[in-house]
């Protein structure tokens, strides 16, 4: 008797604790004061909350080698010892590194000026420029011949940035250059629709403009030309996206008059193939120039 007495008491001592410090009844508390139907109730919630739609199989067996390094509570971010994780990692890397390479520099446009710290800007990553009043262009190799200060005099009138890596970040540098007239951005990799309005906003004074070789530039993008007031010619490529590429070229050359737009087919090998494609926009500048004074 005293030892099935003092096992009830034991059992009851967890409800004497909870009691004695004010602690919310167990479950198995509000189990045993529950009717039928609440206990019913409280089963279906339990299936609810353990169903859950099936786990599709793994797509690939290197699946299996994901790590979750958050149990451990060492990371807060999954990792990865697949290979392509690791290669798209790298390759973010390098496009974040891009962008901040090609940052506007407050400093470097107080010491040089815009239209000197465009052309430092231009030439350090393979570009040509080409200064107000000369005829020949400066090329990477040319650089040590930019003035290192501000010169007032000094002024930029054509670039060349075909063929390199500039995107959309570095084309705040592109901001208050008043006698910039020509420009070239043919083949460049990120190079796209948004660059391209980007580009109208800050040279409101292009004349000539050679966008080409970009397959990223469609009709979307094209619209956004018609505030270019003083655009005269337009150098682009159609690369097949059909007859709205060309009726956005006809609505722009009548919204603008003075514009000439100039469409190049693209290859099936993606070659552009067209019979004025070795002429540059400095050729074209020069064939008016002569037309004029005759």
Request: aromatic share 10%; glycine share 6%; proline share 4%.
């Amino acid at each position: 008797m005293f030892g099935l007495s003092l096992r009830r008491q034991t059992c009851r001592l967890p409800q004497i604790i909870r009691r004695f410090h004010d602690l919310p009844p167990s479950f198995r508390e509000r189990w045993a004061d529950m009717d039928d139907e609440e206990k019913a109730r409280v089963n279906k919630s339990r299936k609810l909350k353990r169903w859950g739609p099936q786990l599709k199989p793994e797509e690939h067996f290197l699946q299996a080698f994901n790590i979750d390094v958050n149990r451990h509570g060492i990371f807060q971010k999954k990792g990865s010892i697949k290979l392509t994780d690791w290669i798209a990692w790298w390759r973010r890397k390098q496009q974040d590194y891009l962008k901040w390479s090609q940052r506007y520099i407050p400093e470097r446009q107080e010491i040089l000026g815009n239209d000197l710290a465009l052309a430092h800007f231009i030439l350090h990553r393979q570009g040509k420029i080409r200064r107000k009043g000369c005829k020949e262009y400066m090329v990477a190799d040319d650089i040590v011949d930019l003035p290192s200060k501000y010169e007032p005099t000094w002024f930029l009138e054509e670039i060349d940035a075909s063929g390199t890596e500039l995107c959309y970040e570095g084309l705040d540098n592109f901001a208050d250059i008043p006698k910039l007239k020509i420009a070239a951005f043919r083949n460049c990799q990120y190079f796209d629709e948004w660059c391209l309005e980007r580009l109208v906003c800050l040279c409101p004074k292009l004349e000539v403009l050679d966008i080409s070789d970009n397959e990223n530039i469609t009709e979307r993008g094209l619209e956004g030309l018609y505030r270019a007031w003083n655009l005269k010619k337009l150098i682009v490529t159609n690369w097949g996206h059909g007859a709205a590429f060309e009726l956005t070229c006809l609505m722009l050359e009548e919204a603008l008059p003075q514009l000439q737009v100039e469409i190049k087919k693209a290859s099936a090998e993606g070659a552009v193939s067209d019979e004025n494609s070795g002429a540059t926009a400095e050729s074209t500048v020069v064939k008016e120039e002569q037309a004029v004074k005759q």
